[in-house]
């Protein structure tokens, strides 16, 4: 079995790509800057699960950048039976001060990025399942300094329902809803006391464990979830 997912070196796509390894998975991920931590991710997950791992840099809102790493994949690895669309930016900042090229980037990587991948890998899946990751803030528009990226997550939220419609039923189509996860994205705008104040308003009182999210995702691909099919599921500890 073979899982294809984007945005591997960090954050919630890392520790993503030691689930599907450890469960017997080859994995295949994609980054854009960090191509040292890429290659050490590929060699210790080679050394300690023994599956193939194979990283790409590749910026999945580049068209060109996401064919040759299509073109590439298919000659290695033939055909993918899990697509887990993970990478993401955001950039907050309140509307008055927002650029136009921010908002244009933020709905460029999320939104038509994964619309990009989708299009290509959707076409070396037999069967199988696709994975998009959003956010709660993509349902509750949570904070209004991420607009971009609260608008580009309900887009992917329509996505995961059209590409559900589009590709059945050989292909199911999910989205996990995280809220908070201590990742670089989660300390990249905010600082330490703002986060505090934050785990006060999720019931749970803190942030998700990477691996509780992961363990939905990996749920959501799996036979246990074969009939559940252009749903998004939070798993924002009751935000
Ligand atoms: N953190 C949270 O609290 C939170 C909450 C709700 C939802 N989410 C969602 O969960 C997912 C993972 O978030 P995270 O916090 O783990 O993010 P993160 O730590 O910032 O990691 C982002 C990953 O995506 C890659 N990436 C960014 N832009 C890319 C591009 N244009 N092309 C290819 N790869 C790209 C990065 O590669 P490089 O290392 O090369 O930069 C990195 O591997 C995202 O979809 C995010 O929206 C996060």
Redesign the pocket.
């Known amino acids: 079995m073979n899982v294809l997912i984007?945005?591997?070196?960090?954050?919630?796509?890392?520790e993503l790509v030691y689930k599907y390894a450890k469960e017997g998975y080859n994995v295949i991920f994609?980054?854009?800057?960090?191509s040292d931590?890429a290659l050490e991710i590929e060699k210790d997950v080679k050394d300690k699960f023994g599956v193939k791992c194979t990283s790409y840099k590749?910026?999945?809102?580049n068209e060109e950048d996401v064919l040759k790493m299509f073109d590439e994949v298919k000659k290695e690895f033939n055909s993918i039976d899990v697509l887990v669309n993970?990478?993401?930016?955001?950039c907050d900042n309140e509307l008055s001060k927002k650029s136009v090229s921010e908002f244009k980037k933020v709905i460029d990587?999320?939104l038509v990025?994964t619309f990009i991948i989708s299009k290509y890998f959707s076409q070396i899946m037999n069967k199988g399942s696709i994975i998009n990751?959003?956010?709660?803030?993509g349902i509750d528009t949570c904070y209004k300094e991420e607009m971009d990226?609260a608008a580009s997550?309900a887009g992917v939220i329509s996505l995961t329902k059209t590409f559900a419609k589009e590709l059945a039923p050989n292909i199911r189509v999910n989205a996990v809803?995280?809220?908070?996860?201590d990742?670089?994205?989660?300390k990249k705008d905010i600082d330490e006391s703002e986060l505090e104040l934050e785990k006060e308003i999720i019931l749970l009182k803190r942030?998700a464990k990477l691996e509780e999210v992961a363990n939905v995702v990996f749920f959501l691909s799996s036979d246990k979830a074969s009939y559940i099919n252009g749903e998004t599921i939070k798993v924002d500890g009751g935000y």
């Open positions: 984007t945005g591997g070196t960090r954050g919630l796509g890392k994609n980054y854009v800057n960090s931590r590749c910026d999945i809102s993970n990478a993401a930016i955001s990587v999320n990025g990751i959003v956010s709660n803030d990226y997550k809803a995280p809220g908070w996860m990742t670089d994205m989660s942030f």
